[in-house]
């Protein structure tokens, strides 16, 4: 656990500090000099670095000109490849590793789980720890001692609390942290991967309270792999590429934008089907379409979604259900240049944002090999909806190319699918409704 004091992170600008962003990040750049002379070195100690200086050392930029705000309260969520600058971004904001150039500002205290196990001292017991990371955040013992009780019972070790820290699980240990770190009322709380640790138990207590945190005020930036973990409890994302922003925004729509790019980047080797030519004619739905002209788009258009429609199983267009019924997207794709590799595929998602079903010719490993220019295919997604009666929204998307040559469009909820049930069928308890069976038998004798 590694954790600052206000005074070690450069205060927010303006007189009402209420009402400034709870972080604020301007052009920040983190650059790791190679081949460094003492004179280059001096002269960056005395703030004369340059971009020639840059140029002639052979300087990484671990962080390259990223800039962007977090509110109050919000939970804000960094998301990318290993490399991608992530954790050296959240050590610049907790105050432990200083920026080559641009402004970092923070307002509050804060509480950073960073490295896992760090600001921990292995010889010292659990119980020591607890009273050493007060200390460090400047809380007096005799307070520590008025939380220590919430803050074992949340990590819930038993009798290790009194144990040598190094003989801990690193699961233990993320207890104890996490523990620590959310008693002492932190204005932002700074994650790094911490929470991929441990029992899926103490991961769902563990997002339980962050949410308590973050409704009662308290901002969140999180590092994670985890994009699962971004959608339902981000509002906002960014998404890091070798130091660069890619995209940043509303949650949903980043992971979406991220996800598509590392799967054209997987390595994954559908089998394509026939080319363009060897395709099986068929017209058009005769139901009315959906419209896409308002709604929200991702994506460069060089394959588009031209026209699409949401079908019941009898070809009849709409948007309610009754539980366990068909329902079938329809997305006729155009391509604006000659592409390869081509996929179409939709995503069903809850209140919550999560992705209750997904899928599409990428999933089915079978691609379409070709679109020539100005032409077009029509893909065709049947499913059924063997979910708990409600509300859902339906994305639309398409892709194509592998590396450099990749292209996509995605269009977000174009519709919202209303599943009910009737009264003699069968409740759904949880998410959706899984094929099962049930058996009750005597024993025998």
Same mark, same amino acid.
């Given at each position: ?228 973990f971004v959608l339902n409890m981000c509002q906002r994302a960014l998404w890091l590429d070798q130091g660069r922003m890619r995209y940043l925004g509303e949650a949903g729509a980043c992971v979406r934008e991220y996800v598509t790019a590392m799967a054209a980047l997987s390595g994954n080797a559908p089998a394509p089907t026939d080319d363009f030519n060897a395709l099986a004619t068929v017209p058009l739905p005769t139901a009315p379409e959906l419209a896409l002209a308002e709604k929200e788009r991702l994506g460069d258009g060089g394959v588009r979604i031209a026209r699409a429609w949401l079908l019941h199983a009898d070809g009849g267009a709409g948007s309610t259900f009754r539980l366990g019924d068909w329902a079938v997207a329809v ?9 390869? &590799?081509?996929? %179409? +595929?939709?995503?069903?998602? $809850?209140?919550?944002?999560? #992705? ?6 990428? @999933? ?32 639309? &998307?398409?892709? %194509? +190319?592998?590396?450099?040559? $990749?292209?996509?469009?995605? #269009? ?6 209303? @599943? ?26």
């Amino acid at each position: 656990m590694v954790a600052n004091s206000p005074a070690a992170v450069e205060s927010p600008l303006g007189a009402d500090s209420n009402a400034a962003p709870a972080i604020e990040i301007r052009e920040l750049t983190k650059l790791y000099h190679r081949n460094v002379s003492l004179r280059s070195s001096f002269a960056r100690g005395l703030g004369f670095g340059s971009r020639l200086d840059r140029a002639s050392n052979g300087a990484v930029a671990a962080l390259d000109h990223v800039s962007f705000t977090v509110q109050r309260g919000e939970a804000f969520g960094i998301i990318g490849r290993n490399g991608a600058g992530k954790s050296t971004l959240l050590q610049i904001v907790a105050g432990t590793l200083q920026a080559s150039s641009g402004a970092c500002r923070v307002n509050g205290r804060i509480t950073a789980l960073l490295e896992l196990g760090s600001g921990f001292n292995p010889e010292f017991t659990g119980r020591e720890n607890i009273y050493l990371a007060g200390a460090i955040l400047g809380i007096s013992r005799a307070e520590m001692e008025t939380r220590y009780e919430r803050i074992v019972a949340f990590a819930d070790i038993g009798d290790f609390i009194d144990q040598p820290v190094k003989t801990y699980s690193t699961g233990m240990m993320m207890r104890v942290a996490f523990a620590v770190a959310i008693s002492v009322e932190p204005d932002v709380l700074i994650i790094d991967e911490a929470l991929s640790v441990g029992d899926i138990l103490f991961q769902q207590k563990c997002s339980a309270r962050m949410r308590e945190l973050v409704n009662a005020g308290v901002t969140l930036l999180v590092v994670t792999h985890d994009t699962a973990f971004v959608l339902n409890m981000c509002q906002r994302a960014l998404w890091l590429d070798q130091g660069r922003m890619r995209y940043l925004g509303e949650a949903g729509a980043c992971v979406r934008e991220y996800v598509t790019a590392m799967a054209a980047l997987s390595g994954n080797a559908p089998a394509p089907t026939d080319d363009f030519n060897a395709l099986a004619t068929v017209p058009l739905p005769t139901a009315p379409e959906l419209a896409l002209a308002e709604k929200e788009r991702l994506g460069d258009g060089g394959v588009r979604i031209a026209r699409a429609w949401l079908l019941h199983a009898d070809g009849g267009a709409g948007s309610t259900f009754r539980l366990g019924d068909w329902a079938v997207a329809v997305v006729l794709i155009r391509a604006s240049r000659h592409v390869r &590799g081509v996929s %179409a +595929g939709c995503e069903l998602r $809850n209140r919550h944002g999560q #992705v209750m079903f997904a899928t599409g010719l990428r @999933v089915a490993r079978r691609l379409i090999a070709e679109i020539p220019a100005g032409k077009a295919c029509l893909v065709s997604i049947r499913f059924r909806l063997e979910l708990q009666p409600g509300q859902y929204t339906l994305d639309l &998307g398409c892709g %194509a +190319g592998v590396d450099a040559d $990749n292209t996509w469009d995605r #269009v977000l909820n174009v519709a919202v699918i209303e @599943v009910s049930a009737a009264s003699e069928q069968e409740v759904v308890h949880g998410l959706v409704r899984l094929p099962y069976e049930i058996g009750v038998s005597r024993v025998a004798g």
